[in-house]
């Protein structure tokens, strides 16, 4: 496999190997190479954004070997054009079937790979190691929902965008060893990264999710160890680790490892596919349960992290109708707030433009000093105000303030605006449902004034 990395976080200066223009796209600078290929930053006139290409070596030769073989990991990733749209999975553009150099054209991710955070000198804290495997998770099950099993999951292939010393985002990339379950044609078998991969993909076996489950949590291993779990300096060497050996206990390579998370990583690394996790979703869950229950201690405990907050919007019934993408999408544009108690999220006479969702605790409703409701996890508050044609009618009538301890999600109309439009549209139903069931409880209470209490 090659392995092309390119993505950097500088932009290196255009040397006079490279090409002034591939395609119709206007070339910037050379971002990296590989043995088989090379990979350009770009500008897409037609989209107006920066692009990066990943280009077929020219010098290949045409009837050997690798070349076929580079051949047929191109076809693996241009049968995927326009079909991956998953914030965490790089987006394939574009490509272009050059009989001397065929080329893709994908999503440009200003950052790194997870290359740079493996070794020992510069591993990542627990906390972000967890998310980044949760987000990854993720977007693997997304991946596999489209029919599709990775097969070459390791840390070159995952991008990471970083501010400061955070990761903020990661992205999975390259899709050449891909194998696609609904793909009519015949597939190479037996590809990948000898150090992260299963048992049943040495074997050439048929996979499942499973063979990927087992890369990512070798990738995992290698970011909280510094080290894959098998290691050694002959090729025979590692295979027959990975058939026969278990790797070193996480606890013994690193302080401070959680025990729920150690467990589930060699969970991930077991030898037979059935004692791994099921399925993706368990794989994610179980990640994410290490985050809620604060098994993986964090320096900011105010913060509301993305795998916690995924995890707690997909729980409530407000969000019922949405799909994993557009859930992402309200984890990265909605504002996310700890509330303490006797807080108040809202003050009668307080003009409002924002609405509420309780994901986690209680809050009280007080109208002239007398409690009139107390709302818990799931429900909503503010969304009338918010919703209001003029000012006059965005005035809260009442008090709301936090009885126990409590998270919310929070929107705004600017917020709003920057939302797909398929994810506006399921934010309108949730609000026509709240509207009912509130409209509805006002009718029983008044044809039925002896129910309330």
Partial sequence: MSETHYVVSDIPEPGPNVPAQIGKY????KLGEGATSEVFLAHDPFRNCDVAIKRVRASLVPDSRESALQRRFFAAEAALVGQLRHPNVVQILDAVDDPLSPYLVMEYVDGVTLRRYCRANSLLAIPQIIEIGFKCAMALGYCFRQGLIHRDVKPANLLVTVQGDQITDVKV???????????????????????????EQLDGDTLDCRADIYSLAAVMYHLIAGRPPF????????????????????????????????SLIERGLA???????????????????????????????????????????????????????ELWEVVRRATWQRHTYGQAIFRKGQEG???????????????????????????????????????????????????????????????MEKLSLSTRHLFDKAFIRVLVRRLHAAHEALAHPQRIL
């Fill in 26 to 29: 206007r070339v910037r600078a």
């Fill in 173 to 199: 990339t390259d899709f050449g060893s891909v194998f696609n379950q609904g793909a009519d044609h015949t597939q190479i078998f037996r590809v990948g990264s000898l150090a992260y991969m299963s048992p």
């Fill in 271 to 325: 030898k037979e596919r059935e004692l791994r996790p099921a399925n993706w979703d368990e794989f994610a869950q179980a990640l994410s349960a290490l985050t809620t229950a604060r098994d993986a201690p964090r320096a900011n405990t105010q913060e509301v992290v993305d795998s916690e907050r995924f995890t707690l919007l997909r729980s409530l019934d407000f969000f019922a109708g949405f799909g994993d993408i």
């Fill in 353 to 415: 433009n924002s609405f509420h969702i309780v994901t986690q605790g209680q809050l009280e409703v007080y109208r002239e000093g007398r409690l009139v409701a107390s709302l818990g996890t799931g429900s909503s508050v503010g969304e009338l105000a918010y919703l209001a044609p003029n000012p006059e009618l965005r005035v809260h009538a009442a008090d709301v303030l936090v009885s126990q301890a409590a998270t919310t999600v929070s929107m705004t109309p600017e917020a």
């Fill in 231 to 262: 290691d050694a300096q002959q090729q025979q060497a590692i295979m027959h680790q990975i058939y026969h050996a278990s790797a070193p206990p996480l606890s013994s390579l690193r302080e401070g490892v959680p025990p729920a998370l150690q």
